[in-house]
T-cell receptor, first 109, second 113 residues
C-alpha cells in the first residue's frame, strides 16, 4: 500500500529552527510537495522536490532523498505566524498526490 | 484572478438529503480535484478531472458524483447524505506539468445529521 508518515505534532520556540520529517512508500514517484495549512483554511504550496538535495526558498528549505524515501522541511527564524499544519504529499505513478496526515507545528514565544 | 472558488462555505444536511458543492476556477487549468479532509487525516481524493468531459474516480468515490462540462466548473454531487460524509471538502486545480502546484479553494464544511 501507499503510506506517508509525518509526526503528528511538534513544538518550537519563536526565532528557533525546526525540522519536520516525512517518510514515504508509494507506487512510483514523480515529486514531493510540502504545503502549509493554517487552522480553518485551505492548504497553500510551499515547495516541490523531484531530485535529491536541498531546495531553499527564503526561511524555508526542503530536502529529498529518493533512495531513503525521506524528505524534511526546515523552517528557520520561526515566527508566530508559522504556527500551522505542514502537509507532505507525494505524486505517485498515476500523477496523483498521496497526502500525509500533516504535522501541527506550535510556536511558543 | 479569483483563483479557485467554492460554494457554499458551510452546510448542514439531514440524512438522505442531496446537495451539490460548486467549484469554479479562472486560471484555465485542465486538472481539477475534489478532496475531503477529516480531522487528523490526510486529504483523500474523491474524484478528479484532466479536462472538460473527462472525470475519474479517486480513492474514496462512493456516495459522490461529478461532472465537468466546462474547463472552469467541477461540481461535486452528494446523493443520499450519510453521517460518514461529514467532512471539509476542498476543490483544487493545477496547470499541466507534474511540477505544478495545486491551488485550493477555501473549502466547504459539511455536517450531516
Amino acid at each position: 500500500g501507499q503510506n506517508i508518515d509525518q509526526p503528528t505534532e511538534m513544538t518550537a520556540t519563536e526565532g528557533a529552527i525546526v525540522q519536520i520529517n516525512c517518510t514515504y512508500q508509494t507506487s512510483g514517484f514523480n515529486g514531493l510537495f510540502w504545503y502549509q495549512q493554517h487552522a480553518g483554511e485551505a492548504p497553500t504550496f510551499l515547495s516541490y522536490n523531484v531530485l535529491d538535495g536541498l531546495e531553499e526558498k527564503g526561511r524555508f528549505s526542503s530536502f529529498l532523498s529518493r533512495s531513503k524515501g525521506y524528505s524534511y522541511l526546515l523552517l528557520k527564524e520561526l515566527q508566530m505566524k508559522d504556527s500551522a499544519s505542514y502537509l507532505c504529499a507525494v505524486m505517485d505513478s498515476n500523477y496523483q498526490l498521496i497526502w500525509g496526515a500533516g504535522t501541527k507545528l506550535i510556536i511558543k514565544p | 484572478n479569483a483563483g479557485v472558488t467554492q460554494t457554499p462555505k458551510f452546510r448542514i444536511l439531514k440524512i438522505g438529503q442531496s446537495m451539490t458543492l460548486q467549484c469554479t476556477q479562472d486560471m484555465n487549468h485542465n486538472y481539477m480535484y475534489w478532496y475531503r479532509q477529516d480531522p487528523g487525516m490526510g486529504l483523500k481524493l474523491i474524484y478528479y478531472s484532466v479536462g472538460a468531459g473527462i472525470t475519474d474516480k479517486g480513492e474514496v468515490p462512493n456516495g459522490y458524483n461529478v461532472s465537468r462540462s466546462t474547463t472552469e466548473d467541477f461540481p461535486l454531487r452528494l446523493e443520499l447524505a450519510a453521517p460518514s460524509q461529514t467532512s471539509v471538502y476542498f476543490c483544487a486545480s493545477r496547470g499541466a506539468g507534474e511540477a505544478n502546484e495545486q491551488f485550493f479553494g477555501p473549502g466547504t464544511r459539511l455536517t450531516v445529521l
